[in-house]
């Protein structure tokens, strides 16, 4: 915005800052920044702009004649620029109102003599384009918020000590007197917490009047506004309860007069947060009236939504969409129902139950009334659901069988669908909405399915059968207006809508066809069919579709695919219920895999033959079922028969992007490829699983352990052939995966301890590490992934299995986890995968490897500390501790948690808390004064540290510390051994505030001191010189200890 106004070229305004940085840094002394900002305001406007210069307000001194800056000379629209400067200048606090006014006084008159008087009667000159305002731009790049909220906790450093240390002495002023309590009698506490309230109100009042303790004066008042109801509760319990008023009728005048108090002070602008708890106060006062006036607690559903009612009549009356209103009224309804239908739920003995329709008939009227009023097409939908919802609840009053709850919301989805076309003319994008809808409600019998079940048969046919009528319309009449390609950006009136995604109307005509299979089962039911004839009129439907399919996808291929789902969907109907006919269930399956085989070799679709493959070995296994042949044999047979089809397909395999046509063949040929084999290594688990239920058993000496194995084991060369064949190294991960997963299962066979198999995993991965050191280095690319997966997998294995085989050790056998094999193993496995991290660090210059491999070692040493087993936790806690804060302090992260919160300053907050919360839970234990007396030292430091290394977390960890040890003193009244505690919260309060006066009148070498000390920390920091400094994730690593400690101590 500003142009040149100063001698050596560069902007007023980034002069200004640069200023006021080096101000705030330390860098120069406040009376040097004052010499030099008058300076370059002089260069702007010549002496007198800046405060406390000499010279007349306004005016140049006589004798300074000197020409105004060539940048300023010209036109008009450069003081405009100026101007719009200047406001800036004053907003962001680099001149004060003073200067700024001299300023625009100033400017204004020189624009004045270059724009010239105007004559009386003389039609205006038309505009310049030059005499135009110049457009505001900004004259320098805003600070980003957590930048300068550092700022201003730098410059509050001092506020901050003498702020907490008031706020300890108030404390220890409140020990001494809560300590004097049996000398006071209740009428004098009250009186006391009144003058204490109204000192707070009237100082508040006080201090907003005075400028340079403005800052403080809303938070006295807010201090005395929240103390306010207080003293109702108090005058209660003191007085008015000896008395035998009613604490109803008390809670409802506190909560009217608080309402009162806090919206007279939200009126006078003396802060926007009052409404908060004006509102609460009158949700109070609302809440106490209907205790004082009896209603019954099944009501309060209807008694809160008639205050939500009263609350949006007024908003509708307004017209205007205020979103707070809305936030407040969708609240309160909101848990109003959520209350009267917990209460119907809770409460089913009671006689009453018309609360719950009268609940949804008010939350019915609001929307209504709020939809109406701000003409909102898109509150049609909850009016519908909440009509549906009122009709059920009403249902549910008149103690109606629950089978008939599914036919309001079919009505209200059969109403939404005829609907249609109005809706496409008035609000198009109600149209997909109301499709949604409409789903919603018919898949409503389908959530009544247990009344259904338990019911009657025909009822629940018809239910079911509405529903596929339901959906079959939504299919039908679903030709435009798409839910998945919505498109906002043509909802006008009059518009024909957008085109509909290919999967949305198949998805509504299969679950139309899944209902009306559903409607033909509870038929049959209800006509006395039973299984297995019941599976005959399916497998007569699947054989229709399938013709069906044959005559449609011969003409149109491409009704192929919405016709096989529902095809398959009945063959498996067909055989339901499965486990008592397995014999009549192999038939049925046989017979669906010749029908669906014959549509292959009449279409040429090999995704039908994939469908006919998985239908005969579903039929070959209910064929073994009903032999009680053994499940081993039929694994071994399936993984015979998936080595011919792996090779048949072979030519058809791919695993680059296939052209479209080429899509489902591919799909198919890896379907065939690699499911036989996946389904013998499951039917070889199932086998196993059964043998395992047999007790005595010996699981690694079974025939179904041994034959698991060998099938799994056959992934490994097939897979190694394809990574072969691809020269790839991406399937080599997957082979070695298996390799892996076939040793560990091995191991049991061979009779080795567990831990052996940690260690040989450790020193499998430290060999597949090294000798892969050539191939590997950084990148995002799938082979580089796929190396790095494959130099990596044993190392971090080999902890893992470690941890397994201590799980295992543990369930047969009642003993300390830390005195165990595997427990050492564990906590020395973590060494090797620490130095591979380390090592491959410091290969590719990656400097803050060095924090996941010393995270790694503290787990290490975690665990050994756990094997001396310590009798306190603080041995644990406090080197986690130490680690997490100096690796917060070390380390700097560009990447943020939130606006105003770095990850590495997580780290800071975990290691403050885990060095402060195991003391404090020590400390409220009995004896636990010292513990509170080291918490108040650690605070202490805490706050030295932060102070000192602009640490702000640590500073809000130190005050949350100090706080918190002042209120255990507060509530535990009782006195140390050696010193009270108020006298203890007075010595650190005054020590405080010695150190805040120090800081305040010794500011610039406070300043200067304090800025070398960060520059010489930051300059010894990981990563310190790099543009993003640590990534997250590294920083998140220096956690593992953390867990590490969570899981001993839970383990304890």
């Known amino acids: 915005m500003s142009s040149d106004l100063s001698g050596d070229g560069t902007p007023a305004t980034e002069r200004l800052r640069e200023l006021q940085r080096l101000r705030d840094s330390g860098l120069i002394t406040g009376e040097e920044f004052e010499t030099h900002r008058s300076r370059i305001l002089d260069e702007v406007v010549g002496p007198g702009a800046a405060p406390g210069a000499a010279g007349s307000r306004g005016e140049r001194p006589a004798g300074d004649a000197r020409p105004e800056p060539e940048s300023l000379a010209g036109t008009p629209a450069a003081i405009d620029a100026l101007l719009g400067a200047i406001e800036e200048w004053r907003q962001d606090g680099l001149i004060d109102d003073a200067s700024a006014a001299r300023l625009r006084e100033h400017y204004g008159r020189r624009r004045a003599e270059l724009v010239g008087p105007t004559r009386p009667g003389a039609p205006a000159p038309p505009p310049v384009a030059g005499d135009r305002p110049a457009p505001a731009t900004p004259s320098a790049a805003r600070r980003p918020p957590a930048a300068a909220i550092g700022e201003w906790a730098t410059r509050r450093q001092a506020d901050v000590l003498l702020y907490l240390g008031a706020f300890l002495l108030v404390i220890s002023a409140l020990i001494f007197v809560s300590s004097q309590d049996e000398a006071l009698s ?194 049609l939908l909850p009016a519908a659901a909440l009509a549906a919802t009122t009709a059920c609840a009403a249902l549910w009053a008149a103690d109606i069988a629950a089978q008939w709850y599914s036919f309001p919301p079919l009505l209200a989805g059969a109403a939404l669908v005829a609907g249609r076309g109005r809706w496409a003319a008035w609000a198009p994008a109600l149209v997909p909405a109301s499709l949604l809808l409409a789903a919603a409600g018919g898949l409503a019998p389908v959530a009544l399915m247990p009344a259904h079940l338990g019911g009657d048969s025909a009822l629940a046919a018809a239910a079911m059968l509405a529903a596929a009528a339901l959906f079959a319309g939504c299919a039908w009449r679903h030709a435009s207006h798409g839910v998945l390609t919505w498109d906002t950006a043509r909802q006008g009136p009059g518009d024909r809508g957008w085109p509909v995604h290919p999967l949305e109307r198949p998805a509504l005509a299969w679950t139309a066809f899944a209902l009306l299979l559903v409607a033909v089962g509870f038929a049959q039911r209800g006509l006395g069919v039973a299984p297995p004839d019941t599976g005959w009129a399916f497998a007569a439907i699947g054989a229709l579709v399938s013709a069906s399919m044959v005559a449609a996808a011969g003409r149109t291929p491409a009704l192929l695919w919405p016709m096989l789902p529902p095809l398959l969907l009945a063959i498996g109907v067909s055989v339901y219920p499965a486990g008592a006919f397995w014999g009549h269930h192999a038939l049925l399956l046989a017979l669906a895999a010749a029908h669906v085989l014959s549509a292959f070799a009449l279409l040429r679709r090999w995704s039908l033959a994939a469908a006919a493959v998985a239908l005969g070995m579903m039929a070959l296994a209910a064929l073994w079922e009903s032999r009680a042949w053994e499940w081993w044999a039929l694994a071994a047979c399936y993984a015979a028969v998936s080595l011919p089809l792996f090779g048949l397909c072979t030519r058809l395999r791919r695993y680059e992007p296939p052209a479209a046509a080429e899509t489902v063949a591919g799909t198919a040929a890896h379907a065939l490829s690699w499911l036989p084999l996946a389904a013998a290594v499951i039917t070889a688990a199932a086998a196993l699983n059964a043998r395992v239920s047999e007790p005595g058993v010996d699981v690694a000496a079974t025939v179904e352990y041994r034959s698991l194995v060998l099938v799994a084991l056959v992934f490994a060369p097939l897979i190694a052939f394809e990574a072969r064949r691809l020269r790839a190294w991406e399937p080599a991960v997957a082979a070695m995966a298996v390799v892996w997963g076939v040793v560990a299962a091995l191991w049991p066979v061979l009779g080795w301890p567990g831990w052996t198999l940690a260690v040989a995993y450790s020193a499998a991965g430290a060999a597949a590490f090294a000798a892969l050191l050539e191939w590997r280095h950084l990148g995002t690319d799938s082979p580089s992934v796929a190396v790095h997966l494959l130099s990596w997998s044993g190392l971090v294995l080999g902890p893992l299995a470690a941890l397994l085989a201590l799980d295992a050790r543990l369930q047969t056998l009642d003993a300390d986890a830390a005195s165990l094999v595997e427990f050492r193993a564990l906590a020395l496995l973590m060494l090797p995968l620490a ?218």
């Open 186 to 379: 209740g009428g004098w506490r009250v009186v006391l917490l009144a003058a204490y309230t109204a000192g707070f109100l009237l100082a508040g009042w006080l201090l907003r009047r005075r400028a340079r303790v403005r800052e403080a004066g809303p938070v006295f008042l807010a201090i005395g506004a929240l103390m306010t109801p207080l003293n109702f509760l108090l005058l209660h319990n003191e007085v008015l309860g000896d008395q035998g008023v009613p604490g109803d009728l008390v809670w409802f005048i506190a909560s009217l007069y608080s309402a009162a108090f806090y919206g007279f002070l939200f009126a006078r602008g003396l802060g926007r947060l009052y409404a908060v708890p004006a509102g609460v106060a009158l949700l109070s006062a609302w809440g106490s009236l209907a205790v004082t006036v009896g209603l019954p607690l099944e009501w309060g559903g209807p008694w809160w939504m008639a205050f939500a009612l009263a609350g949006a009549a007024p908003a509708a009356a307004a017209r205007r969409r205020r979103v707070a209103a809305a936030a407040a009224i969708a609240v309160v309804a909101s848990l109003s129902l959520v209350f009267a239908h917990l209460l119907a739920a809770l409460d089913d003995t009671s006689e009453e139950r018309w609360h719950l329709p009268a609940t949804h008939a008010l939350l019915l009227a609001i929307v209504s009334v709020l939809g109406g009023s701000w003409r909102m097409p898109f509150a």
């Open 835 to 1052: 130095g591979a991290v380390a090592v491959e660090g410091r290969r590719l210059g990656i400097r803050w490897a060095v924090v996941p491999a010393t995270a790694l070692v503290m787990v290490a040493v975690e665990l050994a500390i756990a094997t001396q087993q310590p009798g306190n936790v603080q041995a644990h806690t406090l080197p986690a501790a130490l680690y997490l804060a100096l690796v917060g302090l070390l380390t700097r992260s560009s990447d943020e948690l939130g606006r105003n919160l770095g990850w590495h300053e997580v780290l800071q907050l975990s290691g403050a808390a885990l060095l402060v919360l195991p003391q404090a839970e020590q400390g409220l234990g009995p004896g636990g004064a010292r513990w509170a007396i080291v918490l108040l030292v650690e605070g202490l430091a805490l706050l030295g540290v932060a102070l000192a290394l602009n640490a702000r977390w640590l500073a809000v960890s130190a005050v949350v510390t100090l706080s918190g040890v002042a209120l255990r003193f507060l509530w535990v009244t009782g006195e140390s051994e050696a010193v009270p505690y108020w006298v203890m919260l007075a010595g650190a309060g005054f020590l405080l505030l010695a150190v805040g006066l120090t800081v305040l009148l010794k500011r610039e070498w406070w300043d200067r001191t304090r800025v070398r000390l960060q520059h010489r920390w930051r300059e010894g920091a990981v990563d310190s010189h790099a543009s993003r400094g640590v990534p997250a994730a590294a920083l998140l690593a220096a956690l593992a200890p953390v867990l590490t400690l969570l899981a001993v101590a839970g383990a304890d």
